[in-house]
């Protein structure tokens, strides 16, 4: 019916297998959420020049005690729709604010924001509580949204990001070049920092618009004071395009894959050592 009058769609097998697939991941979220099976992963963020470790983004695992480990693209939109988003997102930014106590005082955390949440609920309100019984520094965190945030609201979304900037927090647009990307979103606030999304990346290579663009992005967004950050660089040659066109931080498997917080204390280790080749570059292996 979304489609449209007169447009019939065959429901096939694998269509089912999708739908049920769907329904019971919404009905076993709640009891996830409460038995800690959602939890964060932390990907190393590494001065582009340097190499040094300087923060993990937290991203959102789902280990099934029975389908094995689900990925945040299928469980992040049925929390949004379900309405357990705001409580995924107070479990994740908990968790990240508790484990990243730990870590040393020059290395932040990124969390993802979705936007329904931060629309929806008293964010602010849920973020100050956060901080307060977690006793994590509001200066070394950083929130993450993307654009869509200041699509439907843009006034209320704008309100709630200058809010959550007074807390001393950082504010990080993600995934810039994948919507709609209007120069305007950068005019209505005062963001600390730009996602360059991985498409763009991915096709540094090869397209010699995408780093014309890259550069133009990278040269706008620091004259505006924020922090350019590319995501997803796989590749040395990528690294190396990125940093000579001026971006300031890179994230992506060349650097470390999204690691368990065990592992996260390793390559905290590691990147401490005296003379320590700050965080190895490993071979992307799929
Ligand atoms: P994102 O915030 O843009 O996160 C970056 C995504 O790119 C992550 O996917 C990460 O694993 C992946 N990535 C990073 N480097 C590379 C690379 O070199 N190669 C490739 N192929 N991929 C790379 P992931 O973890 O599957 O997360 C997907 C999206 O789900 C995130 O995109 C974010 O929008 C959302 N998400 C994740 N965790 C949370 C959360 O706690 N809350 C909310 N609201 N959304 C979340
Ligand atoms: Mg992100
Ligand atoms: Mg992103
Ligand atoms: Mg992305």
């Not at 309100?125 to 520094?137: E, N, Q």
Request: proline share 5%; net charge negative.
């Amino acid at each position: 019916k979304a489609l449209g009058k007169g447009i019939v769609v065959k429901f096939d097998p694998s269509m089912r297998a999708d739908f049920e697939r769907r329904g019971r991941l919404e009905i076993d979220l709640k009891l996830a959420l409460k038995n800690g099976d959602i939890f964060p992963f932390y990907q190393p963020q590494v001065d582009i020049d340097t190499g040094k470790l300087v923060g993990f983004e937290a991203l959102a695992r789902w280990n099934h005690p029975e389908l094995g480990w689900i990925g945040p693209y299928e469980f992040i939109p049925i929390a949004e729709t379900s309405s357990q988003i705001v409580e995924l997102g107070r479990c994740i930014l908990t968790t990240a604010c508790i484990e990243a106590m730990a870590f040393p005082d020059d290395v932040r955390v990124s969390v993802n924001l979705s936007v329904g949440q931060m629309l929806r609920d008293d964010v602010i309100g849920m973020v100050t509580d956060i901080l307060a019984s977690t006793g994590f520094p509001a200066e070394r965190l950083t929130l993450e949204v993307t654009e869509s945030v200041m699509m439907s609201e843009p006034e209320l979304a704008a309100r709630i990001l200058n809010g959550l900037k007074e807390l001393g927090i950082s504010i990080a647009l993600d995934d810039f070049g994948t919507g709609y990307s209007a120069l305007s979103y950068l005019r209505q606030f005062d963001w600390d920092e730009l996602k360059i999304d991985k498409s763009f990346v991915d096709d540094l290579g090869h397209d010699p618009r995408c780093l014309s663009i890259i550069e133009s992005v990278v040269d706008l967004a620091t004259e505006l004071g924020m922090k350019v950050v590319a995501e997803g660089v796989e590749t040395a040659d990528q690294h190396e395009i990125l940093r000579k066109s001026g971006c300031h931080i890179a994230q992506g498997y060349l650097f470390g894959r999204p690691q368990p917080i065990d592992q996260v204390h390793v390559t905290l280790l590691k990147s401490l050592a005296p003379s320590a080749p700050q965080i190895e570059a490993t071979k992307a292996t799929g």
